[in-house]
């Protein structure tokens, strides 16, 4: 969305770090520590600065011809079972979300999964939509219940650390969402009132990082905040303004306010066991922004939005 | 009035001074105060046994009325309070999967379970006493079955509109059902048993019924004991009233052990080829229809097999064990257990169908998954099943319905005639013994 300079890299990562980084909630296999450790979501949590979480891994060449993946690669090992399994929700309208007209899920994260289905197998029907919990989408990753989790996932340190980020395939940041008859200019003017988003979210979290003090409500994903927001239950929703479009779409008494208070660069995680899919992926991703493929699927979903922007600038950290 | 019979004789002799026990030791000294005394007896235990039958066929009676007419009804209500609940959120999460417009039966089908619930609500409601474990079970299912029902509409409101939110109000509706609305619905099925176990106690009145032989017996020992005494104090070896007298009391215990013994076996029979099958059989379908309801619901979720896919296989199991004790009650031949038998063979192929559609899903055919589970072929074969446990209820309903009739027969009249009979003993047996005691004056 925004044109990226090298040195605006650098601030945005200073306001991502005053935004904090959490990874998910959810229990990871093999790092029982770590489930012991105080609850993530705890705002006073120390602030993880340690990476540069918009940096993936360099592609290595050329990308291999579809259906002729190279021996001893995961993508050959995705080849081989004959279809890529892409985690994702089934109610972020415009991300992934059901179709109710053809029961299918579609939007902008899964066209970017059919985008590598098409890479690997030439056919970006070769796809298994498996739908996980906010809350789940680093432990399924991690444990290779699926393949690859795109899902307006944040990229960020603390993830970083259990699983591999693509290069940044979309710039998002937290809005607001209110009543179309509430006076809230933004998430400072909700002190006190009750805002939702989904359980293992990093929106979650950063509720409850703002000075004002609104109370943070979890919910099992966007969809069940809009059901509470619209039977009373919550005052608002906030999370990822790209989110935000698409509930405020399916309810014209609900709008959108405030800047931006968070930056939100979506990567898709997959498995840090195989670092050439993350490369392959990486490969693809710059093929699909250099040709044009990127602006057409921003189009396909979003232009109702205003005209496509310059896609996100891969950085790489080898 | 009899009261006024049996003191009629006592006045002349009484002294206000003279003490209870002194009074009855003095009359026992003298032949007429030993008649007084004997027909003093009589007449108590006589108006005694009149008290006692009549309370205990009242008893009797009333428990026999409450189980047939409120506790039983109130266990089958709860059944299907519970089962068109599982089965409402059952179909909604079909008519999703199955995408676009909601199919028309579905939709009927829905709302059909929903009418079902309220009116079994409703006539239940009528049955449970206002405080209570299943009041407070109704009260919530009350409030909890118009939320649901808002959040279906909202489901299907936003579906119609394309709005991807009908699926999240599908599944606050479903959380609603399978969190509140059947665990509920479970307490009030189960209070509704524990009613009907209390129902057989109260019917049966064991407490009464023995109490009612004690004193029959006592009543036949007194009238014998004050024959003989009176053959051999005068010289009339019978004594024709209190010969009468006995034989009343002979044909009321009959009677009355007649009516009870046969209320019992009914009883029994009631329990044992009614209400137990049908707290089983409406067990099974519960179970049933849960299978179909977490299969619906896995793939509403579209997340592979989660934890109701581990549900279906711990009910599966349950199930397989309702049916074969269902199918041990229910012989072979009987139409219960042709329908049991039929259920069972049915269900087996409703798992086979259900491990195809799970094979299919975790292969990553999903629209074919779909499809399979929510074609009208597996639709038949479950629809078969529930079914066929829906003809062997009704048949144990029925059986029900008839023996709690014939249990109930004779307890009202002799609730009448029992009091009857004994104030004729007690007025036999004073003419008997006045006319010997006219003879002292």
């Known amino acids: 969305m925004r044109a990226r300079v090298a040195l605006a890299a650098v601030a945005a990562l200073t306001v991502l770090a005053a935004a904090g980084c959490s990874g998910d909630s959810s229990p990871l296999p093999g790092r029982p520590s770590e489930s012991a450790a105080p609850a993530p979501t705890n705002p006073a949590a120390p602030v993880d600065t340690s990476c540069n979480p918009r940096a993936s891994l360099k592609p290595a060449g050329a990308l291999p011809a579809p259906g002729r993946m190279p021996a001893d690669s995961y993508m050959a090992v995705i080849q081989k079972r004959g279809r890529l399994v892409l985690g994702t929700s089934q109610d972020t309208l415009l991300f992934s979300s059901r179709n109710p007209f053809s029961g299918k899920v579609e939007g902008f994260d899964v066209d970017m999964g059919r985008q590598i289905a098409a890479a690997i197998f030439g056919d970006p029907d070769k796809i298994q939509i498996k739908v996980i919990a906010y809350d789940k989408r680093v432990s399924s990753a991690v444990d290779g219940s699926v393949d690859l989790v795109a899902d307006t996932m944040t990229a960020n340190c603390a993830r970083w650390k259990d699983v591999n980020f693509s290069s940044i395939y979309y710039e998002a940041g937290q809005k607001v969402l209110v009543s179309s008859a509430s006076a809230a200019k933004s998430i400072d003017d909700l002190g006190g009132k009750k805002v939702c988003a989904a359980k293992g979210s990093t929106s979650f979290d950063n509720i409850g990082k703002v000075a004002a003090k609104p109370i943070p409500v979890a919910r099992a994903g966007f969809g069940d905040c809009l059901v509470a927001f619209q039977q009373n239950e919550v005052d608002a929703i906030s999370t990822d303004d790209t989110i935000l479009i698409g509930l405020a779409a399916q309810d014209p008494y609900a709008k959108v306010v405030g800047p931006r208070y968070t930056e939100e660069p979506y990567g898709m995680a997959m498995s840090n066991a195989h670092p050439e899919f993350t490369r392959f992926v990486n490969a693809v991703l710059a093929k699909n922004r250099a040709n044009g493929t990127w602006k057409s699927t921003y189009e396909r979903w979003l232009g109702d939005f205003g005209a496509a922007p310059q896609p996100p600038v891969a950085q790489y950290r080898d | ?441």
């Open chain 2, 1 to 441: 009035m009899s009261t006024a019979q049996l003191d009629r004789p006592v006045p002349p002799v009484a002294k206000p001074s003279g003490g209870v026990l002194h009074r009855v030791s003095r009359l026992r000294q003298t032949s007429p105060g030993r008649l007084q005394l004997i027909l003093a007896g009589l007449v108590a235990l006589g108006l005694l046994t009149g008290l006692v039958a009549g309370l205990t066929t009242a008893s009797a009676g009333a428990g026999t009325a409450d189980l047939g007419n409120r506790a039983q009804p109130l266990l089958v209500e709860a059944e299907t309070i519970y089962s068109a609940l599982a089965d409402a959120d059952t179909t909604a999460a079909q008519a999703f999967l199955a995408g676009g417009l909601e199919p028309t039966e579905l939709t009927r089908r829905y709302e059909d379970d929903l009418d079902r619930a309220s009116t079994a609500l409703t006539s239940a409601a009528r049955r449970t006493p206002e405080t209570g474990r299943s009041a407070d079970a109704i009260r919530q299912l009350s409030a909890d079955v118009s939320r649901y029902a808002a959040l279906v509409a909202s489901a299907r409101a936003n579906n119609r509109q394309g709005l991807p939110v009908g699926a999240a109000y599908l599944s606050s509706a479903s959380t609603l059902s399978r969190e509140s609305l059947q665990p509920q619905a479970q307490v009030l099925f189960q209070a509704a048993q524990d009613e009907v176990d209390d129902g057989y106690r109260a019917a049966r009145s064991s407490w009464w019924t023995a109490l009612l032989v004690l004193l029959l017996l006592a009543l036949l020992a007194a009238l014998v004991l004050a024959q003989r005494h009176l053959s051999r104090s005068t010289r009339r070896t019978f004594n024709v009233p209190l010969v009468v007298a006995t034989a009343v009391t002979l044909v009321l215990a009959l009677g009355a052990g007649g009516v009870l013994i046969s209320q019992r076996a009914h009883l029994t029979e009631a329990d044992t080829e009614g209400s137990w099958p049908v707290a089983l059989l409406a067990e099974t379908r519960i179970a049933a229809l849960r299978e179909r309801g977490d299969e619906a619901l896995t793939l509403a979720a579209r997340s592979g097999e989660s934890a109701l896919e581990a549900d279906f296989d711990e009910t599966t199991g349950r199930l397989d064990e309702l049916l074969a004790d269902a199918a041990e009650i229910m012989p072979d031949g009987t139409a219960a257990g042709d329908s049991v038998r039929s259920a069972t063979q049915g269900h087996r192929n409703y798992v086979s169908a259900h491990d195809a559609v799970r094979k299919l899903d975790n292969g990553g055919d999903y629209d074919g998954a779909v499809a399979l589970a929510i074609g009208s072929r597996t639709s038949k074969t479950f629809t078969g099943v529930t079914d066929d446990i829906g003809r062997a209820l009704q048949n144990r309903k029925d059986v029900f319905s008839d023996e709690i009739g014939a249990a109930g027969r004779g307890l009202g009249p002799l609730t009448v005639l029992g009091p009857l009979l004994a104030l004729l003993v007690c007025g036999l047996a004073v003419a008997g013994i006045r006319a010997r005691l006219e003879e002292y004056r």
